[in-house]
């Protein structure tokens, strides 16, 4: 036996890699509504732990018997992914978005890919084809030209949220060559869980000793605020971080960071619902985010 596992393919064709990196786009896309949502009411270190403990409790009746499938050497492992690759980047995010726009969030976030290639190739031995770097260069390029055109002001952002949020991207490119070096023969969710489930003692007692409990619950702002949160923590972390850790397992470190480049895109997509126009600018940064994503698979 190798632990408990979900019902998930256990091999993914090219069509299957598409739809769960178009999908962890859209729920990681709609992450920083959800976070500004609940800053409302909650304090970032608040969100921040909140995010972690509920999506820790979600896979809890993973994380235990597992345990005894990982050697000592493997749980070092597991939680570096769950501390770099998890718990610190839900503090940055949340204490950027208290100054930082979502469009510099997505703009920033496109660095995954490279970080990605640039510590895989350094810290990892991983090689990365011609290709594939000229990818992640034509995706990054096409993210940005995606922003500039959605007229986001970012020239008076401190640069204090700009480093939290670069940061972040440098512990999700950690995070991701590990898996895909060290744990890649590892059930994707057994991974998630435990690094969860080893990242959640600090935001447990963060909860209890901010009194996050005692005001949860107090009025229906609060309600509320706390029913965004765990729409975020239970989908966009937990059940993201599993199926993650799935195409990573199956794919390559450096084509499932790029979901990073398509963020920007489903938050154009939210403005496109609401009434906003989209400029020619913008649908060919799109193309050109597609067919970087499509190089890098090439690649592989």
Request: aromatic share 10%; charged share 10%; glycine share 8%.
């Given at each position: ?44 270190y ?22 005894r ?39 920033l ?19 990365a ?5 000229l ?32 940061i972040a ?35 447990l ?12 619950f ?64 913008q ?17 592989r």
């Amino acid at each position: 036996m190798k632990g408990i596992r979900l019902a998930l393919p256990a091999e993914m064709n090219n069509g299957l890699k598409w739809v769960i990196l178009l999908s962890l786009a859209f729920v990681w896309g709609s992450s920083f509504i959800l976070m500004k949502k609940g800053l409302l009411m909650f304090s970032n270190y608040e969100v921040g732990s909140f995010r972690i403990l509920l999506a820790a409790a979600v896979l809890t009746p993973f994380s235990f018997r597992a345990l005894r499938y990982f050697n000592r050497s493997e749980l070092w492992k597991v939680a570096i992914v769950g501390l770099i690759g998890n718990l610190l980047p839900a503090y940055l995010f949340a204490t950027a978005q208290l100054s930082a726009p979502s469009s510099l969030a997505g703009m920033l976030n496109s660095l995954v890919p490279l970080f990605t290639v640039l510590i895989g190739s350094v810290l990892f031995g991983a090689h990365a084809k011609r290709t594939q770097w000229l990818g992640v260069v034509v995706g990054l390029i096409a993210a940005i030209v995606l922003i500039a055109g959605s007229g986001a002001n970012i020239e008076s952002i401190p640069i204090a949220a700009s480093s939290m949020i670069v940061i972040a991207t440098i512990c999700y490119a950690i995070s991701v060559n590990v898996i895909y070096t060290y744990l890649s023969k590892r059930s994707s969710v057994n991974v998630a869980a435990i690094g969860l489930l080893l990242a959640s003692p600090l935001p447990l007692v963060h909860l209890v000793a901010s009194g996050f409990w005692s005001r949860a619950f107090s009025s229906e702002g609060h309600l509320e605020a706390l029913g965004y949160l765990s729409i975020l923590s239970i989908i966009g972390t937990a059940l993201a971080v599993v199926v993650f850790n799935y195409l990573i397992k199956h794919s390559s470190a450096v084509f499932s960071s790029s979901v990073t480049y398509l963020i920007p895109v489903v938050a154009m997509l939210w403005g496109l619902l609401d009434d906003e126009l989209i400029s020619l600018q913008q649908v060919l940064a799109v193309v050109g985010i597609f067919t970087a994503i499509r190089m890098i698979n090439s690649s592989r």
